[in-house]
């Protein structure tokens, strides 16, 4: 029988030569996919088993042919390459005609019947395991996929337009999960084992990775990949996307321009790293950038970059370079902007205390869910470097040194939206000043296929800092002052 024709069965019967007769369940002692009934006699699989065939074509279950041939191949192909898969003098294109050769070869002597079409097919899809990222490596080449998360070998979840959706997608065994893993983090000179068992990484690309094994990861080893888009979005992606308004947008050009510091604020997933690519888009490009980065993923296309990446610790413990170390010695390589990834910790202190020591125009992200939650995580974080600062002077360099707060916010459709421009005024008191400038209007509510239809509206207040631009030669639109026009009909006072 043709391997097209049992993979068409798998879904009624089990595989004899896995499953003895006369119950039919599975290698795990379940009911195979599509029995009605399990039998009195067949064991119950614990309830919380995450890989358990699902019985509705969505889970693979282990007995399938397919798999098991896939499995045959890719052991006999590794045993077959042994150090010729770590041998520089062979180009990519070169391994690959290899690969490919060694793989005809193996299913040739396996003496399955496959047609063109499956033989192509399995080759390609070992040729990702062995010298790509396995069953990911099809989604990491689909430009609608934003992100990649795989939850132990048989789930496999993609997210398309801001909504997750679970694959077909398999990895064969949990040691091939592993092996591509172990690949990524690999590339960037990391390391994921029991001693460390996870880790963040990146692709060649730029995309974020983080894996997490066992023990900490229970069920297996999980893991998460952010993709970037090999084309970075820009501003006029973004006013396409809704996340942004012409207004909006000619408002933060002239506050980059102007060299005022700006904290992009959101959640997880929210989009910061890509306003914060935006935002860098809009500075000139005769002045000299320092990024710096837990993993490098900022995309700036100016000629005069330095991009700065902190590392771990070694397997002894040492060698540690963390964000604030990289912080204090961009001081020392004459910046004119420094742009920080992330602030997560006592760096914020150094990064606040630059901003308001000559080094104007900074950008970087918090993790928050509002304005002034990211002015408090801030303060926080600072009493983290252990000075004991007392609160007021932390909120009195923290009104001094930032001037604006953009604010993300992922929406229940699953667009990115900004839903706050805020300027930071100054203090009253103990208590540091806010105004929004323009705000998300969520009053126009959700259309049919549940999408929010409204968009920033500006607040009609003056920003505060349109002199200090205009001071130094930039000037705003009128719409990027968020002003109201009052309709004819209406009578002013005084006028």
């Known amino acids: ?214 023990p900490l990861s229970v069920d297996g080893p999980a893991l998460t990949v952010r993709k970037f888009a090999a084309d970075p979005y820009g501003v006029d992606d973004l006013v396409s996307f809704g996340t942004l308004t012409e207004p909006v947008v000619d408002l933060l050009r002239a506050c980059v321009v102007g060299r005022l510091n700006v904290l992009v604020s959101g959640g997880t997933g929210t989009g910061k790293t890509t306003m914060l690519n935006v935002l860098s888009s809009f500075v000139p490009n005769d002045e000299r950038i320092v990024t710096i980065e837990d993993a490098v993923e900022l995309q700036l296309q100016q000629e005069h970059v330095v991009r700065l990446e902190s590392r771990p610790p070694n397997i002894e413990g040492s060698g540690e370079i963390t964000i604030r170390d990289l912080v204090r010695n961009s001081l020392r390589m004459r910046p004119e902007r420094i742009i920080v990834g992330e602030v997560r910790g006592a760096e914020a202190l150094d990064m606040l205390q630059a901003m308001n020591t000559g080094h104007d125009g900074s950008l970087s992200t918090v993790h928050a869910n509002a304005p002034r939650d990211a002015l408090s995580r801030v303060e926080t974080m600072v009493l983290m470097a252990g000075m004991e600062l007392p609160i007021r002077a932390i909120r009195d360099q923290l009104a001094s040194a930032l001037d604006v707060i953009v604010h993300l916010t992922r929406l229940r459709d699953g667009t990115r939206r900004v839903t706050q421009v805020s300027e930071v005024v100054g203090m009253e008191g103990d208590v540091i000043t806010l105004q929004d400038l323009f705000t998300f209007d969520f009053s126009a509510g959700m259309d049919s296929e549940g999408y929010y239809q409204g968009q920033l509206q500006p607040t009609g207040l003056r920003p505060h800092f349109g002199e200090r631009l205009a001071e130094l030669g930039v000037t705003l639109p009128d719409r990027a002052f968020g002003e109201i026009p009052v309709p004819s009909s209406t009578k002013v006072p005084g006028v």
């Open 1 to 214: 029988m043709r391997l097209s024709d049992r993979l068409k069965q798998r879904g009624h019967e089990a595989d004899p030569a896995a499953v003895p007769p006369p119950v039919q369940t599975d290698s795990r002692g379940e009911p195979a996919a599509g029995d009605g009934e399990a039998s009195a006699h067949t064991p119950a699989a614990p309830a919380n088993h995450r890989n358990a065939s699902r019985g509705n074509g969505e889970g693979a279950p282990r007995t399938d042919p397919k798999r098991r041939l896939k499995q045959r191949v890719q052991e006999a192909l590794f045993s077959r390459l042994g150090s010729r898969m770590y041998d520089s003098s062979m180009s990519s294109d070169e391994l690959m005609s290899f690969v490919q050769a060694e793989i005809a070869q193996i299913v040739e002597a396996e003496q399955t019947p496959l047609s063109e079409t499956e033989r192509a097919t399995l080759a390609r899809e070992v040729g990702d395991d062995v010298l790509g990222y396995g069953p990911l490596q099809t989604h990491l080449d689909d430009p609608d996929v934003t992100e990649i998360m795989a939850t132990g070998t048989d789930d496999i979840y993609v997210e398309r337009k801001g909504r997750l959706h679970r694959t077909e997608s398999r990895f064969v065994s949990e040691d091939h999960l592993r092996r591509v893993i172990e690949r990524i983090v690999g590339e960037v000179g990391r390391r994921i084992d029991e001693s460390q068992p996870m880790v963040d990484a990146r692709l060649p690309d730029g995309s974020r990775v983080n894996a997490i094994i066992p």
